[in-house]
């Protein structure tokens, strides 16, 4: 019979490797019996998941970054499987925004300890339906955001940079960076089926969490199981005015300016119109260009090891809410 508990880790994500080395024992003696499946390459947590549950493993623990999360929520959640088994997170990579999200320590040995003394909550999901770069329709999934316009530049400039000087400061490098090479596409966005807008576009989000980018607080006021995504939409703005913004977006103080808008709803649909493309990005991963189809799935995914209702980005309070 498989262990009732599967590690699925990234060793490529941050140092992941060497420090889960130091965590293993611990592991052990906090959930029991586990194994750990290590990922060889792009897509491979997918399958790793979805080959485990099927298998009989009832708890994924994603030790790695929002990258391996969603790749691990893809594999279920394409597969039927999203209520067959639960998830926790060990924050070994190098964002670790949805793991901000609810409130999970930065802490390791406390990140650890709190797989076995939180408790359950069942969150959200998002579904996104979207266009490679050799024009193929694709479909993905999600628990934190996906994103689109400024944001696609600016994964893609930090992806091949790397981030050797930390996560935090790669981003906010690669954001100054890709705002200085940003020409905004044309873009016509629908939330709910009624346009939010139409013209050039800086940045939109389909927050689900409330961060992006290791640490900005895109949508603060996002929770992963309210049943809408915030849908943050920033117009176009001139290069310095986006300078002069990109701060406040760590504080959460940028939805204040008048360029800036929030809209919820269940679903958020956009096509781009000229020659200037609009790349995708999902948890920090590059996927392709508009058009996009995006949809909460609302209470897809239960988690574990979640530090009950002081976890800021959750609205319930039960132990499995």
Not at 34 to 45: K, L, N, P, S, Y
Not at 115 to 131: E, F, K, M, P, S
Request: positive net charge; charged residues 20%; glycine residues 12%.
């Amino acid at each position: 019979m498989p262990v009732s508990t599967l590690i699925v880790l990234n060793p490529r994500a941050g140092a992941s490797a060497a420090r889960f080395a130091r965590l293993q024992s611990r592991l052990q003696d906090v959930l029991g019996d586990v194994e750990v499946a290590r990922t060889r390459g792009a897509r491979d947590a997918e399958r790793i998941a979805r080959e485990a549950v099927r298998a009989g493993v009832e708890r994924l623990v994603v030790a790695g970054g929002d990258g391996t999360l969603s790749e691990v929520v893809s594999g279920l959640l394409a597969a039927g499987l999203g209520g067959h088994a639960e998830l926790a997170v060990l924050p070994l990579g190098s964002g670790c925004d949805f793991a901000r999200s609810i409130g999970t320590p930065r802490d390791l040995a406390a990140a650890v300890d709190a797989l076995a003394t939180g408790g359950r909550h069942r969150v959200d999901a998002g579904r996104i339906r979207y266009c490679d770069h050799a024009g193929q329709e694709r479909t993905a999934y999600f628990l934190n955001e996906a994103s689109f316009g400024l944001s696609g530049g600016i994964v893609d400039l930090v992806n091949r940079a790397g981030k050797r000087w930390g996560p935090t400061l790669a981003f906010a490098l690669g954001t100054v960076a890709g705002i200085l090479r940003h020409r905004s596409p044309d873009v016509v966005i629908r939330v709910d089926e009624r346009i939010v807008h139409r013209g050039p576009l800086s940045l939109a989000v389909a927050a689900n969490g409330r961060y992006f980018g290791s640490g900005m607080q895109v949508a603060p006021e996002a929770r992963l199981d309210d049943g809408a995504f915030d849908v943050v939409i920033a117009r176009h703005l001139a290069k310095p005015r986006l300078l002069a913004l990109f701060p406040r977006i760590y504080g959460g103080t940028h939805l204040t300016h008048p360029c800036v808008s929030v809209h919820r709803g269940l679903t958020l649909e956009a096509e781009s119109h000229g020659s200037e493309p609009a790349r995708i990005d999902v948890d920090g991963e590059p996927l392709g260009r508009l058009p996009v189809r995006i949809e909460l799935l609302p209470k897809a995914i239960r988690l574990f090891g979640v530090l009950g209702p002081v976890a800021a980005g959750l609205v319930g309070t039960g132990a499995d809410a």
